[in-house]
Antibody, heavy 120, light 111 residues
């Protein structure tokens, strides 16, 4: 059974940093692209970042470029999101997700999310 | 510009059927999308990937009551025999070259 479990959220002051983690199990983590998606309380879903299987191809939403860094450790079956220079507008629940695009017959999965609150 | 458009709300009676629509922006009618469900106070759940030809691949444990279809730039999610637990937000999502796009979501109320 596939599980994605996020951790690392919490309360941080504006300008501060946090590192989110996503522990994956139940599938061959190193074979799949992974993503972070966030959701501001009461609002819709917003894609944040993607990373390919070997970490060679990374992309970000414009609003986090230069401040957030997505990475992965395939040996530890883990996905990370380093968030620096945090702003109030980064307050959201952050989800890791595996949503396959090209693999025929594959299905997708979401974690349960971790809440990040940026406030003084 | 790649945009997904969804109606903000929909409603249907318990036991009835409902069809939700996600519309792809002009020039993107060949794109596949994914439907996700988010029940109140829960994380999203992958429902299905829906191709432009209407073929779809459902997620783990998704009941047969959920089906997808396509027509031109429109992608549909049909839920039959509505149950109370189907009351949720439904999001469509697709892929650009290097990014994802989400629709604004449809809040489904089961009457």
């Amino acid at each position: 059974e596939v599980h994605l479990v996020e951790s690392g959220g919490g309360l941080v002051q504006p300008g501060g940093s946090l590192r989110l983690s996503c522990a994956a199990s139940g599938f061959s983590f190193s074979s799949w692209s992974m993503s972070w998606v966030r959701q501001t309380p009461g609002k819709g879903l917003e894609w944040v970042a993607n990373i390919k299987e070997d970490g060679s191809d990374i992309s970000y939403v414009d609003s986090v470029k230069g401040r957030f860094t997505i990475s992965r450790d395939n040996a530890k079956n883990s996905l990370y999101l380093q968030m620096n220079s945090l702003r109030a507008e980064d307050t959201a629940v952050y989800y890791c997700a595996r949503i396959p695009r090209y693999v025929v017959g594959a299905t997708g999965y979401w974690g349960q999310g971790t809440l990040v609150t940026v406030s003084s | 510009q790649l945009v997904l458009t969804q109606s903000p709300s929909a409603s249907a009676s318990l036991g009835a059927s409902v069809r939700l629509t996600c519309t792809l922006s002009s020039g993107h009618s060949s794109y596949a999308i994914v439907w996700h469900q988010q029940q109140p106070e829960k994380g999203p759940r992958y429902l299905m990937k829906l191709n432009s030809d209407g073929s779809h691949n459902k997620g783990d444990g998704i009941p047969d009551r959920f089906s997808g279809s396509s027509s031109g730039a429109e992608r549909y999610l049909t839920i039959s025999s509505l149950q109370s637990e189907d009351e949720a937000d439904y999001y469509c999502q697709t892929w650009g070259n290097t990014f994802w796009v989400f629709g604004g979501g449809t809040k489904l109320t089961v009457l």
